[in-house]
Nanobody, 115 residues
């Protein structure tokens, strides 16, 4: 069974930075796409950023230029560097791995941007 475990969330002031980590129990290459999503209370789970098995990245317009997704193949890890955080970024952030058969999800890590 594939497991994805997020870490690195916490409380940060507006304008601050956090780096989220996603540790996978299998090679990142097992997934066509690794991605980060976020979900605020009462809201839908929204896509934030993704990276393909070939290393191509993409970002939601709301975070482009401030967030960076990256990976460490040897350590089966995906990261999300979040800079210049805004209060609207407050949400539970989820790691997602997409295969042909199904999507895998972590349990999420809470990010709170507040003064």
């Amino acid at each position: 069974q594939v497991q994805l475990v997020e870490s690195g969330g916490g409380l940060v002031q507006p304008g601050g930075s956090l780096r989220l980590s996603c540790a996978a129990s299998r090679s990142i290459f097992d997934f066509a796409i690794m991605a980060w999503y976020r979900q605020a209370p009462g809201k839908q789970r929204d896509w934030v950023a993704s990276i393909t098995s070939g290393g191509a990245t993409d970002y939601a317009d709301s975070v482009r230029g401030r967030f960076t997704i990256s990976r460490d193949i040897d350590n089966n890890a995906v990261y999300l560097q979040m800079n210049n955080l805004k209060p609207e970024a407050t949400a539970v952030y989820y790691c997602n791995g997409k295969t042909i058969n199904r999507d895998y999800w972590g349990q999420g890590t809470q990010v709170t941007v507040s003064s």
